[in-house]
Every structure is written in structure tokens, then in C-alpha cells.
């Protein structure tokens, strides 16, 4: 006999009628279980239509999530977290009246949501200890691996290999079109992250297409199966504390743009507590319904 759960899919990071990065959540009641086999049998049931499976059980004292691609159980989904926990607290009064949620993941612990629905419509979550790893590859080299020229390569900002969840080399370019346009051979870019010990490639322009945003990025995740991530946790995490480093940022609330120019752009809130980066945003469900399983 199948067992029913309560089941959404929610794109994380969305802004107007952006389309996010989408999670499929799997809420479990009080007394409802489900095996590692079912968890993962579910999450590749979803294989091509979201990255990740969110499975969330939520007790009298904490909330517990844990994550499934269809390949395995992962350790941590940025977006993933922002997506469920966004719904999770805005559809629950007495989460929603609370400022700070204490969650409990699978694999990474204790960690801390901070609930600013009301005020920004979004949710934060503090970011992994920074590992600030440099790196001695050139500009020139780099151009060439994303097909663009080392013109386009902002000449004043450095290059930066920072790890904030995955190892994220983080390039500055000259303005806003070079970034957007920009299109990269998806092998060459895979085979170049595997050469040098990079999960993924931040890109980012000073200049913006709104005025309220302090940087636009886009992400490269080649190593992951697909050449670009709609909108990014981990990626803009590592962003944040590079702006750190190199004073580009104060650590106050901001907004990053995320995306190509094939897309309206997705919205990214940055904050810090103690110099701690908080990364989060808004999300929007897109499907409510149940799940047999």
C-alpha cells in the first residue's frame, strides 16, 4: 500500500517572475518514516526535473532535513534549505512569529535560519567558515578556458580561489555585457576545474542592471553535469567573503543579480553576523500537492 506525504516543488532565489533554482521538498509528519532506499528512489524519480530532493520532519524541538540527488545522499543543498525552509516558516504561524530557527541537518549539524520574511521576504542561512585558497592561474589562461578575451577580464580586481561549501574561483570582469554574454565551451570548462582542484567558477561584474544590486554573477558548474547554475548558495557565499577581503563590501544587507542574458535575473540576499556571511532569498512554489510512496 503506498504511504502519502505532503509534496512541493519550490524554486529558491526567485524575484518577480524569475525562475529560481528548483527543490522538490518532501514534508513528513509526525510517525511518518522513510528508508535511505526510499529516499533515494524518490530523489531519482526527479532525475532532470530538480537537482536535489529535500526531505523535511519537522518535531516539537527542531527541524530535520536531509538531501538527496539522484546519484546519492548529498551533505548540504543551499538552495534546497532556502526553498523548503522559506515555505516551511511562512505556511507555520508559530515559526513565522520566530526570528531565528534552529535546523538539524543529516550530515552538516546544527544550523541557523534567520527568518526575515516579513521584513525582506527571504530567509538567510549562515555560510561554511571561509578557506581562502589562492590561486596562481593567469588571467590569460582563464580567458581562454571561458572563450572570452583577458580584455574582458577586469585588469584592477584579482582573481580568487575561495572555498565557503565548494571551491569556487572567483573572476572579475570588465562591465555587464561581457559577463552576461559570455557562453563557455562546457567540456573545456570541466576538464579545466578538474586540472585544478575547482568545483565551480563565479564570475561577477561590478556593473548591475538594477541599481539596488551591489554585483552581478553568474556560476559555472561543470563538474556537477550541467554548465551553469541558475542562482547559487555556496558560489555567492564564497562572493561574499572575497568582498570582504577586498573591502568591495561593508557585510550590511545587499542584494546580488544572478544569471545570463537568456534570463530575467534571480535575486541573492548577502548579510554577515561577526563576519559571518548569511546567504538567502526568497522562493516561490510551484507545485502543492502530495507524494505516494
Same mark, same amino acid.
Given at each position: 500500500m503506498s504511504k502519502v506525504y505532503k509534496y512541493k516543488k519550490i524554486d529558491a532565489f526567485t524575484a518577480g517572475k524569475s525562475l529560481g533554482n528548483p527543490a522538490a521538498c518532501l514534508y513528513l509528519s509526525l510517525g511518518q518514516e522513510l528508508t535511505?532506499?526510499?529516499?533515494? +528512489? *524518490?530523489?531519482?524519480?526527479?532525475?532532470?526535473?530538480?537537482?536535489?530532493?529535500v526531505y523535511c520532519k519537522k518535531d516539537p524541538d527542531t527541524i530535520h532535513l536531509t538531501y538527496y540527488s539522484s546519484e546519492c545522499e548529498v551533505d548540504f543543498c543551499g538552495h534546497g534549505t532556502i526553498a523548503c525552509t522559506y515555505s516551511l516558516i511562512k505556511d507555520t504561524p508559530d515559526l513565522l512569529a520566530q526570528k531565528e530557527i534552529q535546523i538539524q541537518t543529516n550530515r552538516k549539524g546544527n544550523l541557523v535560519v534567520y527568518n526575515r520574511i516579513l521584513e525582506q521576504d527571504a530567509v538567510l542561512i549562515t555560510a561554511p567558515v571561509p578557506n581562502y585558497l589562492g590561486t596562481e592561474?593567469?588571467?590569460?589562461?582563464?580567458?581562454?578556458t571561458l572563450d572570452t578575451t583577458v580584455d574582458a577580464i577586469d585588469g584592477e580586481l584579482p582573481v580568487d580561489l575561495v572555498d565557503a561549501g565548494l571551491r569556487t574561483l572567483i573572476v572579475?570582469?570588465?562591465?555587464?555585457?561581457? +559577463? *552576461?554574454s559570455l557562453f563557455p565551451d562546457r567540456k573545456k570548462l570541466e576538464t579545466f576545474c578538474i586540472e585544478n582542484?575547482?568545483?565551480i567558477i563565479l564570475i561577477f561584474s561590478s556593473e548591475v542592471a538594477k541599481t539596488d544590486h551591489i554585483a552581478h554573477t553568474r556560476v559555472f558548474a561543470p563538474k556537477f553535469g550541467y554548465l551553469e547554475d541558475p542562482a547559487t548558495g555556496s558560489g555567492n557565499s564564497a562572493f561574499g567573503y572575497y568582498m570582504l577581503k577586498y573591502q568591495l563590501w561593508d557585510g550590511g544587507d545587499c542584494c546580488l543579480e544572478q544569471g545570463g542574458n537568456d534570463r530575467v535575473f534571480n535575486d541573492i540576499y548577502l548579510s554577515s553576523i561577526d563576519g559571518a556571511v548569511l546567504f538567502g532569498g526568497s522562493a516561490t512554489v510551484r507545485t502543492d500537492g502530495v507524494y505516494y510512496v
Open positions: 535511505e532506499e526510499e529516499m533515494l +528512489e *524518490v530523489a531519482k524519480q526527479h532525475k532532470g526535473y530538480v537537482s536535489e530532493m592561474l593567469t588571467k590569460e589562461k582563464i580567458a581562454e572579475p570582469m570588465r562591465d555587464l555585457a561581457n +559577463e *552576461v582542484g575547482i568545483d
